[in-house]
């Protein structure tokens, strides 16, 4: 547990990196270092969905419901597919329009209506008020946890930690995100912190995932395994509950709203984004993050129903268990990133809610109440004001309704209000016919039906009503009960609330601009909003008219009324940037055409200030235009009309040819701008790759200059590249000697036609070996033996061979000196065998000979019933099994038949006394091609025969196997000796040469050196579990005559 005082200091000291991230994120801007301009960024900052509710609540939901928190990130998920259409829509319009928040877009959809942008603002300001008290709610509950109220200053702070949790968030937000006023409402600063917080509450939620499934259990494996055994005790009924699929299609479509339209992801979304092209990036990165931040909520929940932990208190499982397992500091460093959670969420919201409430609440009262124009000059402080005021209420609501719910209650409270925002901004943008009739009446339609289906019931359980009212009805009208509307009773009152919601929200909105007829500028703004992806401007100059206006005095009318909401300075800044903006600098009288583009640039720059609906009245207010400006615009329309010298009908004909025209051209344009952009990027790259390319290659010049190994580069079979190492290694001086020179030019005669059979290979894509030795030649001729390692490479676009060279003379010699002396050893080991044999077939066996007729003629001399005649026979039979295991291992040694019968008789005789002794061990043996060969080279036969006698010996010793094949095959100039076993098998890669020292290991060593002594070659294949193939090769000198074996 930790001092309650020093909690809070760490709060601020975080808080204040935090800052000092944002400075400087926002000092790089000024500088024209955008750090934020960045998908990577961007994909974070959108991760400020995930709150408390994700960091505590969804553990809650996991504990009781199972799987259903998952909804609320599959919705996104699922919601994200349509992005690249929707969202990049979105931007483009507020890009267009200046557009500062949800509040905004709606209202300048529907003809920058105030009545709408104020009760978008009532929706958002009552609906966000349940997800303010969630994030303060989290807070309390986790600082209680971590914290004791040792000495008087932290019990007083114990006791007083809602009002300085509510006292710094007001200023940890106005710190972050309401500095200043920023006409365009982007603030990097604070989208880096957001960011930054993302990544550290997924990290620190990882952690104490980490810390309870592989510390507090023994893994995923020992939590699981516990899980499925308490279940079936019956001690986990929570996990039972059922979760009908009404309310898993609720929160999948509540939550896929909430991605998008709730304020805060709104302004994030829309509002700070810088580029189109991030989106594509965040429709990727996005749902990773959800996936990540979700991969221990279900064990974690799953773990503390195992550890005891109250249900009611799942909320709190993600600290409460890391103190449990004895790790305080890992609990604190996971209260900092749900603090991380909750601060994000309330400071992008608070500063959003507190633009829509200036800007769409209190200037248009300011407009009709003359006493409080001075609030005009102070939009900043009120913006403060709006602020305190705005987490205040979500204060209140917490202390009034949130001790009775759990946080994700509280959460699907603010979706569910959210939600009422979709007719109006979906259908703006793709349906033509929506109006500001029909989204007055839809939007506010819905918010009043979740206002008595949901919020009612809340502050009903708050104490502010009667129950009667839930269980009766008002005035005793059952089928109005607001949780039962209609008596519907079979759902969850989120579900209830969603349902009914929709359906007065979406029919009256469909109703209404069906039934009431939108204004001119209505319908313009439709097309335009629907067609946001492929329009443009309508308007154009025309470049006809007389310059008369005086652009100074107009000029001073726009300072008068930035003056309204800015100070002097500022608005005469702002007043230049609108004029500067048009292309008029320098001018003294403008045409009525250019008044009426600064007209429209002043309303933009203003709206992105104090609103679109503010703006646009402002400046109808101002009288920018005089009588004679306002006849003269008009007569400009008429002028064009007039031009076009058409029958009405025709007109509407040529206009609509003409805006499909500039639609379809604005798109090309558009197109082309892209592919210019695009175009614009992959020259950047190239120079960079190149630049990169140019260092590389001199690097890697440098290296290969400096290396001990000769090495060159080959190009269609010729040198165009060499260092100096592999010039002197073939005694050439100069690189004119070998430069162009083909690769025969190296090699030795004796060697040139495997060594060009092996590059032809190479050229044709064809597997070859990487490393092998040639004879190779110097340049006065004298031979040297070389080992090269090649590979295919790409060189400046083109394929080449690359060759690592190194003289292998001495290492040949050395071994060709070491095959000499093993061929010696090996005929001297037979010669010695084959004496030995021969003194035990000549000596012992003559002698156990003539003891065996010596004492069977001494049993014939003894009467039958003489008992030492028992005893004859008893010597006769151990000198009979002396004499044959004298021949056996004279056989063993040097077989007699070898001489007499040749290699294959002998052969076939061995394998058909192996068989005897293994009679467990299947063994096929065959011979092909001997028909034509009388016989083989004595040193070459008993070589074969050795190895068929160290082969099956390792089979029936270590393989296990129960089938092995022998293949002896004559193929003139070469014998090949093949044996193969269904048996144990080892693995390859941990042999030294071509066999192992495992199982066998000594006797495949020998196999090699006996193959080697007489210039074969052996291959031996091995994989554990399936077997292992030896296959030897050895040359045969030039046959004897024909004839049978």
């Known amino acids: 547990m930790f001092n309650s005082l020093a909690v809070i200091a760490i709060f601020c000291m975080y808080m204040g990196m935090l800052f000092a991230l944002a400075l400087w994120a926002e000092r790089e801007s000024l500088a024209g270092r955008s750090k934020v301009n960045n998908p990577y960024i961007y994909s974070l900052s959108l991760a400020v969905y995930c709150t408390t509710w994700t960091y505590y609540g969804s553990v809650g939901v996991a504990a009781t419901g199972g799987m259903l928190f998952m909804t609320v990130y599959l919705g996104p998920t699922l919601g994200i597919i349509f992005w690249w259409t929707l969202l990049r829509k979105l931007v483009r319009l507020k890009a267009s329009h200046h557009i500062t ?21 009532l929706v958002a300001l009552l609906g966000n008020m349940p997800y303010i008290a ?69 990290v620190l939620f990882l952690a104490a995932g980490v810390s309870v499934v592989y510390f507090l259990f023994d893994g995923f494996g020992d939590l699981f395994g516990r899980l499925a055994r308490a279940v079936d005790s019956g001690r986990l009924p929570a996990l039972t509950q059922d ?258 919601s929709m359906i007065c929200n979406l029919g009256l909105y469909v109703l209404g601009s069906l039934y009431f007829k939108p204004s001119q500028e209505g319908q313009s703004h439709a097309e335009e909003f629907v067609g946001a992806l492929s329009s443009g401007a309508m308007f154009e100059r025309t470049g ?65 200030s104090v609103g679109s609906a503010a703006a646009h009245k402002a400046l109808g207010k101002a009288g920018l235009f005089s009588g004679r400006e306002s006849q003269e615009l008009g007569e400009v329309y008429a002028e064009i009309l007039a031009n076009l010298r058409a029958r009405p009908q025709d007109l509407i004909r040529r206009i609509d040819f003409y805006q499909e025209r500039e639609q379809l051209i604005s798109a090309h344009a558009s197109e082309l701008e892209e592919k210019v952009l695009q175009l614009q990027d992959q020259i950047l790259m190239r120079l960079q790759a190149e630049a990169r390319l140019r260092e590389s290659e001199e690097r890697y010049r440098t290296a290969i200059e400096s290396s001990n190994d000769g090495v060159a580069f080959i190009k269609d079979g010729r040198f165009f590249f060499f260092n100096k190492k592999f010039a002197e290694m073939f005694g050439y001086s100069r690189r004119a000697e070998i430069i162009d020179k083909p690769v025969s ?168 006394d192996f068989r005897k002794r293994w009679p467990t061990l299947e063994v096929d043996f065959q011979a092909v091609g001997f028909a034509i060969k009388k016989r083989l080279d004595p040193r070459l036969e008993i070589v074969l025969y050795r190895l068929l006698q160290e082969g099956l010996n390792n089979v029936a010793k270590h393989a296990q196997a129960k089938q092995v094949s022998v293949k002896l095959t004559y193929s003139h100039p070469r014998v090949i000796f093949i044996i193969q076993d269904d048996g144990l098998g080892f693995k390859q890669e941990t042999a030294p040469g071509l066999a192992g020292l495992g199982r066998g290991g000594v006797g495949l060593i020998g196999m090699r050196e006996r193959v080697a002594s007489v210039g074969g070659f052996i291959e031996i294949r091995s994989l554990p579990g399936k077997g292992t193939l030896i296959r030897a090769e050895l040359p045969v000198e030039q046959p004897d005559a024909p004839g049978e074996e």
Not at 169 to 186: A, C, Q, S, Y
């Open 243 to 500: 979760n009908s699929a009404v309310k898993w299609t609720t929160y999948l479509l509540l939550s896929m709203n909430a991605i998008l339209f709730l304020p805060r992801q709104f302004h994030i979304a829309v509002v700070e984004n810088k580029s189109e092209k991030h989106i594509r990036q965040a429709m990727w990165l996005l749902p990773l993050y959800m996936l990540l931040i979700n991969i221990f909520v279900y064990p974690i929940a799953m773990a503390g129903l195992l550890m005891g932990h109250p249900v009611n208190q799942a909320d709190l499982y993600v600290l409460s268990l890391p103190l449990q397992n004895g790790d305080p500091w890992l609990a604190l460093l996971v209260f900092i990133g749900g603090f991380s959670a909750a601060t994000s969420m309330v400071l992008i919201s608070s500063m959003t809610m507190a633009t829509m409430i200036t800007n769409d609440l209190l200037l248009p009262l300011v407009g009709r109440v003359r006493r409080l124009r001075f609030l005009e000059r102070h939009l900043l402080e009120c913006r403060w004001v709006a602020v305190l005021l705005y987490i205040l209420l979500g204060y209140w609501f917490e202390r009034r309704v949130g001790e009775s719910l759990m946080l994700v209650h509280i959460g699907m409270i603010a979706f569910a209000c959210m939600l009422q925002f979709a007719p109006a901004i979906l259908g703006g943008i793709f349906w033509p016919g929506g109006n500001k009739a029909g989204a007055i009446l839809g939007l506010s339609a819905g918010f009043l039906v979740w206002c008595y289906t949901s919020l009612v019931p809340n502050l009903v359980r708050g104490g502010w009503f009667t129950p009667e009212l839930m269980q009766e009805g008002p005035w005793g009208v059952s089928w109005l009960r607001p949780e039962h509307l209609l008596g519907v009773s079979a759902i969850d009152p989120v579900s209830h609330t969603v349902l009914f």
């Open 134 to 202: 969630l994030q303060l709610k989290a807070i309390y509950s986790t600082f209680a946890i971590i914290t004791s109220d040792e000495g008087m200053a932290s019990a007083w702070v114990g006791t007083n930690v809602g009002p300085l949790i509510v006292l710094l968030m007001v200023v940890f937000t106005i710190i972050f995100g309401v500095r200043r006023l920023d006409p365009t409402e982007r603030h990097e600063g604070m989208v880096m912190a957001v960011a930054a917080e993302s990544l550290i509450k997924l």
């Open 745 to 912: 030019a190296i090699v030795h005669p004796d060697e040139k036609l495997p060594v060009m059979e092996l590059s032809l290979a190479r050229q044709e894509g064809r597997d070859v070996p990487r490393r092998y030795d040639f004879k190779g030649v110097r340049k006065d001729g004298t031979p040297l033996w070389v080992g090269v390692s090649a590979t295919t490479t790409t060189f400046r676009g083109e394929a080449v061979v690359l060759a690592y060279v190194r003289d292998v003379t001495a290492r040949r010699q050395a071994e060709e000196d070491i095959r000499n002396l093993s061929r010696r050893l090996i005929a001297g080991i037979e010669e010695e065998r084959k004496r030995l044999a021969a003194d035990l077939h000549d000596e012992f066996g003559q002698a156990l000979t003539a003891l065996h007729f010596g004492v069977q003629a001494l049993e014939d001399t003894l009467s039958e019933d003489d008992p030492r005649r028992d005893r004859c026979r008893q010597l006769v039979e151990v000198i009979e099994g002396l004499a044959d295991n004298i021949r056996k291992i004279s056989s063993d040694l040097r077989p007699d038949m070898l001489d007499h019968l040749g290699l294959v008789s002998t052969m076939e005789w061995y394998v058909g």
């Open 544 to 608: 006809r008219r007389e310059a008369y206006i005086d652009l100074a005095a107009k000029r001073e009318r726009v300072e008068k009324l930035l003056g309204r909401f800015f100070d002097r300075a500022k608005a005469a800044y702002m007043a230049q940037r609108c004029i500067q903006a048009v292309g008029l600098t320098g001018k003294g009288r403008i045409t009525i055409t250019e008044l009426a583009e600064v007209y429209n640039e002043v309303e933009k720059y203003l709206a992105g």
């Open 101 to 121: 928040s949800i509040a905004d877009f709606i209202s300048v959809r529907y003809e920058k209506s105030e009545t709408l942008a104020a009760i978008a603002t």
